[in-house]
C-alpha cells in the first residue's frame, strides 16, 4: 500500500508543470505610450485698451520779448513745476503699439530778466519783463513698440496753453500784463512700464513749442506795436496710469 502511494505522489508532482502549463495566463498591461512634451509660454501683455492717470514733474526752457524798433532783445530762461491729469487709449498689433493721448497740466513755470539795455520796449529807466505759464496741455498721437511688459515709445501732435507777459517799472512804478492762450507743438519720447495687468507708470520728455504771445502797446508803453514773446519749454515727467482692458 505504501508503495502505491509514493508512486502516485511521484506521478503527480511529474504532472504538475505540464499541468499549469495548460492553465491560461495572466494578461500582461499594455505599454505605455511616452510622455508628451508640452511647452509653456509666459502670457505677453496686452497694452491696448483706455486709460486714466496722473502725471507731474519739471519744465525748463525759454523766453523772448523782441521789439519791432529799439535796440536790444529781452532773452531769458524760464522753469518750475507741473502736475496734471492724462486720458488715452492704446492698440496693439503685434509689437506695435499704436496710441493717442491728451492730458492738461497745472504749471509754474516762469522767468524773468531786469534790464536797462533793451529799448523800444518801456519808457522807464529800468524795467522788469516776465514770462509765464499757469497750464498746459498737449493732445498727441504715440506709436511704440513692446518688449513684453515694457513699451518704448515716440509721440507727438498739437499743444496748448496760456502765455502771460508782465511788464514792471520802478522810475515810475508800473505794473501791468498781456494774458493769451495760445498754440503750438510737440514732440518726445517715453518709455512705460506695466506694473500690472491695470496699472503702468511713464517716464517721458517732451519739447513744447507755443506761438508768440505778445505785450500790448497798453502795457508796453514805448512799443509801436504789440512786443511779441515767446515761449518754450522742455517737460521731463513721469506717470501712473490706471488702465480698462478691452473685451
Do not use: H
Not at 512634451?37 to 496722473?54: E, L, Q, S
Not at 498721437?141 to 513699451?151: E, I, K, M, P, T
Not at 512705460?192 to 508768440?212: G, I, M, P, R
Amino acid at each position: 500500500m505504501k508503495r502505491i502511494l509514493f508512486a502516485g505522489a511521484l506521478a503527480l508532482a511529474a504532472a504538475s508543470p505540464a499541468l499549469a502549463a495548460d492553465l491560461p495566463q495572466p494578461m500582461a498591461p499594455p505599454p505605455q505610450a511616452p510622455a508628451t512634451y508640452v511647452p509653456t509660454t509666459a502670457p505677453v501683455y496686452n497694452w491696448g485698451g483706455i486709460y486714466v492717470g496722473i502725471n507731474g514733474g519739471y519744465a525748463f526752457g525759454g523766453s523772448k520779448w523782441t521789439p519791432a524798433t529799439g535796440s536790444g532783445t529781452g532773452s531769458f530762461n524760464v522753469n518750475g513745476g507741473l502736475v496734471g491729469g492724462t486720458l488715452g487709449a492704446n492698440f496693439q498689433s503685434g509689437q506695435f503699439v499704436f496710441g493717442v493721448e491728451g492730458d492738461v497740466d497745472w504749471t509754474d513755470i516762469r522767468g524773468s530778466l531786469s534790464s536797462t539795455t533793451v529799448t523800444g520796449i518801456c519808457a522807464a529807466a529800468s524795467c522788469t519783463y516776465q514770462t509765464s505759464n499757469d497750464w498746459l496741455g498737449t493732445v498727441r498721437g504715440r506709436v511704440g513698440y513692446a518688449f513684453d511688459r515694457v513699451l518704448l515709445y515716440a509721440t507727438g501732435g498739437g499743444a496748448f496753453g496760456n502765455v502771460k507777459a508782465t511788464l514792471t517799472t520802478t522810475a515810475p512804478t508800473f505794473t501791468g500784463s498781456t494774458d493769451s492762450t495760445e498754440f503750438g507743438w510737440t514732440a518726445g519720447a517715453g518709455v512705460e512700464f506695466a506694473l500690472t495687468d491695470n496699472v503702468t507708470a511713464k517716464v517721458e520728455y517732451l519739447f513744447v513749442d507755443l506761438s508768440n504771445g505778445s505785450c500790448s502797446i497798453t502795457v508796453c508803453t514805448a512799443a509801436t506795436a504789440a512786443v511779441p514773446v515767446s515761449f518754450s519749454a522742455n517737460l521731463v515727467r513721469a506717470g501712473i496710469n490706471f488702465k480698462f482692458n478691452p473685451y
